[in-house]
């Protein structure tokens, strides 16, 4: 018997995979390849697969030829294939009139639920959704209901797209088969409702957290996707510049103080945070969290996650990590006057604390505290650093295509001399033509100068603190942005979107 290191996906004969289901294929672990001289080929791992391979041959009138490869390289090649022919817009071209109508009284009573086979047209429907927004790399799935129909829309790389405008007869069915999955109780249509999924999608672990609220016009649902084996980034895979990593490392290297990490929503906050407690990770430190939800799991550390409703809040959380004997605190955010007290405190008394805030920009962070009603000496005295950061999409290497800037983006650069030439990305089957693929961060890293100290300690506005921090060699948000710009990482018209439209001098 023949066999095979690898499997491609040019050795498969695509339309053979109609004849198999995706259960059959991994529980006999088998792959049908292709139909060659009056045989079917198939890879196969032991005795199972080459019965389930004579069985499809014999059904198509073939001779079967069986193919010998590892269990673990068919099962990847069946997770990798399968996941491309379980399109959104095929499954709903398959599902006809009459399955839609079933569908409308499919979900009359919880005793019905349990009793649908996975052949039921919405649980093939919201399959399909999920292994799109896997394959595509999806960061949430919308389900949005309007007067005559749903939009479900994809966040790819931050930004909202359209992938599917089901008929609204299929809408009650969608969201309670989202709350069956998450645990949620189907009945209830008049109060949000939070839960998690945990699947396997395409051979990966994914969990998922689902926000349902009432509208006007039905419920609508929220799932954000977590792959929990995609692995934490280190810090020299942010898109840091070799400046601004070494004066992070420099900060992260002190016992005490605060340093902080500022943006918007979806700004990369939390990942940046988990790549300085990946480098402070060691046998000789004793680092605790405590987090709202708990994103991934680091070995070594021990993380806490809020539960308000039982009184397990930032404030309580932190207060009671201080009695581990912790050397290094991460707080997920400091969202009120009592977390930001003990993480003061904390910070003053021989921890490192390191906490997420929503201002614009770093010098903002520290104004910000003082506001929450933290004395000024006390933020002067605790603070190590603030980083502010947005995310950018990177222009898509395989299309990225060199052009001669207009006059209103050279405005922007405001440069001396001007560029002759920038970067975009045209588009291509890589980036599914958005001429973006991925992203990356824009930075700028406020240092707690004596000078900056000094004026926070006299309470002074973030505009008189940033322009003391530039003369120490600050270099704000769209100077960063401007460098990557140039070196064709990201566009002007992606900085724009993300950043407001201002450069300090």
Known sequence: ?????????????????????????????????????????????????????????????????????????????????????????????????????????????????LELTEEAPIIRLLNALLMEAVKEKASDIHIEPYEKGIDVRFRVDGILHKV????????????????????????????????????LVGGKSIDIRVSIIPTSLGERAVMRLLDRHSGVL?????????????????????????????????????????????RLNTEDRNIITVEDPVEYQLSGIGQMQVNPKIGLTFAAGLRSILRQDPDIMMVGEIRDLETAEIAVHASLTGHLVLSTLHTNDAPGAAVRLIDMGIEPFLVSSSLVCVLAQRLVRT??????????????????????PPPAEL?????????????????????ELLEITPEVRTLIAEKKDAQTIRSAAIRSGFRPLQKNAVDKILKGVTTVEEVVRVTLKDTEE
């Not at 490392?249 to 929503?265: E, F």
């Open 395 to 416: 222009i898509c290497p395989y299309c990225k295509t060199a052009y001669t800037p207009s006059k209103q983006e050279l405005q922007f650069l405001r440069l001396d």
């Open 234 to 278: 280190s810090l020299e895979m942010l898109g840091l510049t070799d400046m601004l990593l070494t004066s992070l490392k420099n900060a992260l290297s002190r016992h005490n103080g605060i340093i902080l990490v500022t943006g918007p929503t979806g700004s990369g906050k939390t990942t940046t945070l988990y790549a300085s407690l990946l």
């Open 1 to 113: 018997m023949e066999t095979l290191d690898t499997i491609k996906d040019d050795d498969i004969e695509f339309a053979l995979l109609e004849k198999v289901s995706l259960s059959f294929a991994k529980g006999n672990v088998f792959l049908p390849l292709k139909k060659q001289d009056g045989e079917l080929l198939g890879a196969v791992a032991d005795t199972r697969g080459i019965f389930a391979l004579r069985d499809l041959a014999r059904t198509l009138n073939l001779r079967p030829r069986p193919v010998h490869a590892e269990e673990n390289i068919i099962i990847d090649a069946i997770n990798r294939i399968y996941s491309r022919t379980s399109r959104v817009d095929e499954v709903m071209g398959v599902i006809k009139g009459e399955d839609l109508s079933m569908v409308a009284t499919e979900f009359e009573s919880p005793t019905d639920l």
């Open 423 to 443: 970067y975009q990305g045209a588009g291509c089957g890589k980036c599914l033509d958005k001429g973006y693929l991925g992203r990356t961060g824009i930075y």
């Open 164 to 199: 599917l405008s089901p008929p609204k007869i299929i809408h009650d069915a969608l969201i309670s088969r989202v709350k069956i999955l998450a645990g949620l109780d189907i009945a209830e249509k008049r109060l949000p409702q939070d839960g998690r999924i945990q699947l």
